[in-house]
T-cell receptor, first 112, second 117 residues
Framework: QKEVEQDPGPLSVPEGAIVSLNCTYSNSAFQYFMWYRQYSRKGPELLMYTYSSGNKEDGRFTAQVDKSSKYISLFIRDSQPSDSATYLCAMSSNTGFQKLVFGTGTRLLVSP | KAGVTQTPRYLIKTRGQQVTLSCSPISGHRSVSWYQQTPGQGLQFLFEYFSETQRNKGNFPGRFSGRQFSNSRSEMNVSTLELGDSALYLC????????????????FGEGSRLTVL
């Protein structure tokens, strides 16, 4: 069993929909939780990061962490075709973010 | 400012050969991490170098090695290539520590896509 599980999708939604992306994990030592976005033929770019449990909001994006359930989520409001990409959750147990454990990624398709 | 630069972007090798990939980090970044990305396994951590020293290591065989130079540029080498080594190899740079002025965020390059025939 992988340390981090993520549904690969694809997840297809119409423009303007609210998107929910999720990951579960098994390692209770994880303290830092991140969401990366990866466009085709590009490297991942950091969208959100959260320390421990709680919510964090940045524009149309909201990240939630529930350490008691070992479950993290990323919500995208008013989704746009430009949001079409693969979304990767990542986690770390140290403070440097260097050794990240990634989910396999969920491919999101937002149609106009 | 210039991003993380990886070379070559694409390469094809045959089984048994070796390959060297190069990564130039963002100016001022002292940490370089390497990840392997495959459709089935996703991104997997290979190793991290900070100030020319390997600071973290993932669970890959000894065929995978790396080094970092005094200017923070890094190379990774894979010897005796196997078909399963076909992947996108991503390099990421960061300051290497979390300070009030930075989050320790990793900045990824666009990767080197290796195909082993």
């Amino acid at each position: 069993q992988k340390e981090v599980e993520q549904d690969p999708g694809p997840l297809s939604v119409p423009e303007g929909a609210i998107v929910s992306l999720n990951c579960t994990y098994s390692n209770s030592a994880f303290q830092y939780f991140m969401w990366y976005r990866q466009y085709s033929r590009k490297g991942p770019e950091l969208l959100m990061y959260t320390y421990s449990s709680g919510n964090k909001e940045d524009g149309r994006f909201t990240a939630q962490v529930d350490k008691s359930s070992k479950y993290i989520s990323l919500f995208i409001r008013d989704s746009q075709p430009s949001d079409s990409a693969t979304y990767l959750c990542a986690m770390s147990s140290n403070t440097g973010f260097q050794k990240l454990v990634f989910g396999t990624g969920t491919r999101l398709l937002v149609s106009p | 400012k210039a991003g993380v630069t990886q070379t070559p972007r694409y390469l094809i090798k045959t089984r048994g050969q070796q390959v060297t990939l190069s990564c130039s980090p963002i100016s001022g970044h002292r940490s370089v991490s390497w990840y392997q990305q495959t459709p089935g396994q996703g991104l997997q951590f290979l190793f991290e170098y900070f100030s020319e020293t390997q600071r973290n290591k993932g669970n890959f065989p000894g065929r995978f090695s790396g080094r970092q130079f005094s200017n923070s540029r890094s190379e990774m080498n894979v010897s005796t290539l196997e078909l399963g080594d076909s992947a996108l190899y991503l390099c990421a740079s960061s300051f290497g520590s979390v300070n009030p002025g930075n989050t320790g965020e990793l900045f990824f390059g666009e990767g080197s896509r290796l195909t082993v025939l």
